[in-house]
């Protein structure tokens, strides 16, 4: 969070001097304008925040255990020549 401070108060001062310089020429187009900047740049904040620890059991966390269970499945059917007998690791993957 300490980094998503530092941010928003950039950000702030940004649009801040933004819309100042902006008013005279966009006139009554500049809260438009800044409007749909502020959506862009507050849902990719909140997108880099999501996936800044894709490490452990949210929604949006990458499932790594069926990551490994693909990996174990796969390296055994390698080393023994074989296929292994349950179709786990074709499930183990992802359909997102």
């Known amino acids: 969070m300490g980094y998503d401070s530092?941010?928003?108060f950039i950000y702030l001062v940004y649009f801040v001097v933004?819309?100042?310089s902006w008013a005279i020429k966009l006139?009554?187009?500049t809260p438009i304008l800044?409007?749909?900047l502020h959506l862009v740049?507050?849902?990719i904040t909140e997108l880099g925040t999501c996936l800044e620890d894709p490490f452990g059991n949210d929604i949006t966390d990458?499932?790594?255990d069926k990551f490994?269970?693909?990996i174990e499945a796969q390296i055994?059917?390698?080393f023994t020549d074989t296929f292994p007998e349950s179709t786990e690791y074709v499930s183990a993957w992802p359909t997102r």
Do not use: D, H, K, N
Request: charged content about 10%.
């Open 18 to 20: 933004t819309t100042l």
């Open 27 to 29: 006139q009554w187009y």
């Open 41 to 43: 740049v507050r849902c």
């Open 6 to 8: 530092i941010f928003y």
């Open 68 to 70: 490994c269970r693909a």
């Open 62 to 64: 990458l499932p790594l």
């Open 76 to 78: 055994a059917a390698v």
């Open 34 to 36: 800044m409007s749909l």
